[in-house]
C-alpha cells in the first residue's frame, strides 16, 4: 500500500516536470511549437483567422470565436497592450487591478457562452456606466469574467435581453481561455495511425 501511494505521488511529479518543461520550451524556443497536421489542414482550407475557437482553459467547452471579440476601452485600465494570440489577429488586452489587489488581464466580447449570475454590481466596475456581474463556464462553473451592462438597467435581466442589446458586453481573463487550435496542436498522433 505504501508503494502504490509512493508511486502516484512519483507519477504526479513527473507530470509536473514535464509540463514545466513544455512550457518551458514553448516560452523560450517559440520554433518548438509546430502545429499538428489537422491543424495545418484547417489551415490550408482557408479558415479565417478571426474565426479561431476559444475553449474555456479547465473544461474545453467552446465559448466563443474571435470575430466575438470587441474591444471596449476603459480608461480605469492600469495598461493596454495588443496581442496576435488569436490566429493572428490583432487584439487589445486590457490589465485590471480589483479592490483586493488581484490583477486580470482581460479581452473584452461582444458576446460569449458564458453564464451570467445577476443582479450586477454597481461598485467598483472597470467600465464607467456599466454594472457587472460574474461569468462562470456553463459546463465546469470555473469564473473566466464578467458580463457588463448599463448601470441605468434594472439588476437583473434576461440573457436575451443581454444578448441582443448593444450596450453589453463581457470581459474575460486571458489565461482562462484557450485557442482550440493550440489545443488541438498538443496532441500527438501515434505513428501506427499514419499512413
Known sequence: MVHKRSLRLLVKQLERLIMQYISFALLFHPAAY????ACAA???GGTSSAATLLLCRACGHELAVGTDINFVPSRLALSSRNDTSIGGRRINVQLFENPHGHQFEVITFRKANVTQHWPAN???????GFSWTAATCPRCKTHLGWAFQPTDWPDTITENRFEESEHTFLALIT??????????????TPQSFKS
Request: hydrophobic share 45%.
Open 42 to 44: 484547417v489551415a490550408e
Open 175 to 188: 489565461q482562462r481561455l484557450l485557442r482550440e487550435d493550440f489545443a488541438s496542436s498538443l496532441l500527438v
Open 122 to 128: 454597481k461598485h467598483f466596475s472597470w467600465f464607467p
Open 34 to 37: 509546430q502545429p499538428g497536421e
